[in-house]
């Protein structure tokens, strides 16, 4: 740049030293210039030695240099690093911009163009078309011309500030919005890492088909708080490289997407992008500019990928953590605010890896608010619930319903709620177990359905099971999730599914009946699209690793397919005399004036579900403290119940059988009206 100002002013009859009293600033570039390289008086020398000097220091600097780099990766020749080093000045002193602007005038330009590129370049051994020095630096995304609809040699190039501070070695933890750096030595090595020994050897092979340029990505698939991005770290790191991550949906702006091939080659990192895709779903993987290296993959077991990159690519399926893996997690992360014991935290909580790096922060930071050092199981669910977030955008969470003791069903309801208990309690033993000898496996999930008129404790009795195994419960509606447009209604329970099993959190999908209903013949379009979303459902449910319960009002109607892959049925009734009897005694306050043998007429004549039972008792208690009585009687009662009869449209019995005087007293008083 410098030698081109005095030539320009030669060439208009003034002393080279004229340049530095127009632009001061660049004494201060020639004067280090000239104590580096003092006997360099002639510009073709101090070009030709000054690039042998650059040549030589590369060769023998042992430290990462990232113009070397991507002028290695990227096939750049000297011409074309010099083309992208001249447009970067601006970014590296503003005062070239003012240089910059009154070299091009009449444009008002602050960005050096083409065309002054190519008379940059012409004070260089020969003539060099810019042009075709700028075209792969342009494909490439390190360069950007900012008005490509002016002609080509006005067209203004800067280098992407992103860019250009990896260029100068600064390692951002977040190069562009979306993205993230992490060093290598963020991960473990693979032999470190909580995974099967055997996993672990595939992992150490893969890093040898990488290196050898055999394999070009690696997918890992798992639930979204598995180590996926662990992994591949430890890859990254094994191959003495850092970790860019990426997340997916960056992808689709093309701007920021150009960047990432050049940003990887220049902080010298594995690009990983990060899916969580649905069914049917699929991305195609493009062309990273310049970028010629390993690729990582991250997603769920949902969703496909595309594009040439694929013919190369290995798979690495990861399953949920043992209960032994998920303690070593635990004690690795916990430290010095380990519980007493790990092993029933371990045991109790199915969360991945990723998510018990979280909880285990959070956890201590509860037991820390109580004064304590050492964890609980209440400090691990508090904390797994501020991960549950996620999912509340999707589903709604139901507070503890107390215990068995507050629920009143017929014994054989009672039995089989208490074996499903047992079942979910002991799930992924009985996986464990079962898995290899059982035709097509058995996962860790539990599918259970609830099925009985409304009203009878269904979902009390989901929030009764939650409590006792130290869960929380989320519920969904299903036609809420139910989508008029093509797959989205598939792409809705993808989405609550899969972050509900990853969250180790019970799922109640309330209304089952709108979509496990029986499929029908094909007739419409409606009917066609109705049996997919039915399909998708009876297969993704197979598939779940979690807890969930389906509850219906109409059992009949639930498809047999859906039934035969259910593991538990648990069948709720209208409540007889007797169990009604325990729930008016479960629903009044203690203190109510309501006599026993009131209280059994009223549970004798009074056929109710346990639903309206709790609804009268509420109404009841309001209307004495209306009338400030304080305690419920009998007629508070008695007119509740009536309420409940008029809101459900069924008659009101009979309230009390009458005397035969006062029956037959009634009845002379009806004939005399008559006759």
């Not at 990723?354 to 509860?366: N, P, Q, S």
């Not at 079942?423 to 058995?442: F, V």
């Not at 009897?581 to 009044?588: A, E, K």
């Not at 508070?636 to 007293?665: F, M, T, W």
């Amino acid at each position: 740049m410098i030698f081109y100002l005095q030539h320009r002013s030669q060439l208009s009859g003034n002393s080279p030293k004229q340049v530095f009293e127009t632009f001061p600033f660049l004494s201060s570039y020639w004067e280090e210039l000239q104590h580096r390289f003092p006997e360099i008086e002639q510009t073709e020398q101090f070009l030709n030695i000054l690039r042998t000097e650059c040549d030589r220091w590369e060769e023998s600097c042992q430290e990462w240099l990232p113009l070397r780099a991507v002028r290695q990766q990227a096939s750049l020749g000297a011409e074309a690093v010099a083309c992208l080093v001249l447009a970067g000045l601006t970014e590296q002193d503003a005062r070239f911009g003012e240089l910059f602007s009154v070299l091009q005038q009449p444009l008002v330009q602050r960005r050096p163009t083409l065309g002054l590129l190519q008379q940059l370049m012409q004070m260089e051994q020969g003539p060099s078309d810019a042009w075709n020095l700028c075209l792969p630096l342009l494909d490439q995304g390190l360069l950007v011309a900012t008005n490509r609809d002016t002609p080509r040699a006005e067209w203004a190039v800067r280098v992407p500030s992103a860019v250009w501070s990896a260029l100068r070695g600064e390692y951002a933890k977040e190069p562009i919005p979306g993205t993230k750096y992490h060093p290598s030595g963020d991960f473990a090595p693979i032999r470190e890492l909580i995974l099967a020994p055997e996993q672990r050897a595939q992992l150490s092979e893969l890093v040898l088909l990488l290196s050898s340029n055999r394999t070009r990505a690696v997918v890992v698939r798992g639930l979204a708080g598995s180590p996926r991005i662990e992994i591949l770290g430890s890859i990254s790191r094994e191959m003495g490289r850092g970790l860019f991550e990426v997340d997916g949906p960056l992808l689709a702006d093309e701007e920021r997407r150009r960047l990432i091939g050049p940003i990887a080659i220049l902080i010298n990192c594995i690009p990983a992008l990060s899916f969580e895709l649905g069914t049917g779903e699929s991305v195609d993987i493009p062309p990273l500019g310049g970028y010629a290296g390993p690729i990582g993959l991250s997603l769920g077991s949902e969703g496909g990928l595309a594009g040439p990159l694929m013919d190369r690519s290995v798979t690495v399926h990861l399953q949920p953590e043992t209960p032994e893996q998920r303690l070593r997690y635990w004690q690795r992360e916990l430290k010095d605010h380990s519980a007493e014991d790990l092993h029933p935290i371990a045991k109790g909580f199915t969360l991945s890896g990723g998510h018990i790096r979280k909880a285990a922060r959070v956890a201590a930071t509860h037991a820390a608010l109580d004064g304590r050092l050492k964890i609980n199981s209440t400090d691990v669910r508090q904390a797994t619930r501020n991960l549950g977030q996620r999912l509340e955008f999707l589903a709604a969470r139901l507070e503890d319903g107390g215990d068995w003791a507050h629920l009143v069903v017929p014994a054989s309801t009672e039995r089989a709620l208490h074996d499903l208990q047992t079942r979910c309690r002991h799930r992924e033993q009985l996986a464990t177990l079962l898995s290899r000898q059982l035709p097509g496996g058995l996962n860790r999930g539990v599918r259970a359905l609830f099925e009985g008129p409304s009203g009878t404790g269904k979902t009390l009795a989901a929030r009764i099971l939650a409590s006792e195994l130290g869960l929380d419960l989320y519920r969904v509606d299903l036609a809420a999730l139910m989508n008029k447009y093509i797959g989205e209604t598939e792409k809705n329970l993808s989405r609550v599914l899969s972050r509900a099993e990853d969250l180790d959190v019970i799922l109640l999908l309330d209304e089952g009946d709108s979509l496990m209903s029986r499929r029908t013949d094909v007739k419409t379009a409606n009917d066609r699209y109705a049996n997919l979303e039915t399909n998708y459902l009876l297969q993704r449910l197979e598939t779940y690793v979690g807890i969930v319960l389906v509850t219906t009002n109409i059992g009949g109607a639930i498809d047999s397919a859906f039934r035969r892959r259910i593991d538990a049925i648990v069948r709720f009734h209208l409540p007889q005399a007797e169990e009604r009897w325990r729930l008016w005694q479960l629903h009044l306050p203690p203190r109510h004036a309501v006599q026993p043998d009131e209280l059994e007429t009223i549970a004798l004549r009074y056929e109710m579900t346990g639903a309206q039972i709790r609804n009268a008792s509420v109404q009841a208690a309001l209307s004495a403290m209306q009338g400030s009585r304080g305690a419920i009687k009998v007629a508070d009662l008695r007119n509740a119940i009536q309420s409940e009869y008029r809101k459900a449209g069924a008659a009101v019995p009979v309230e009390e059988i009458r005397s035969a005087e006062c029956q037959e007293h009634r009845l002379s008083g009806f004939l005399s009206v008559i006759s």
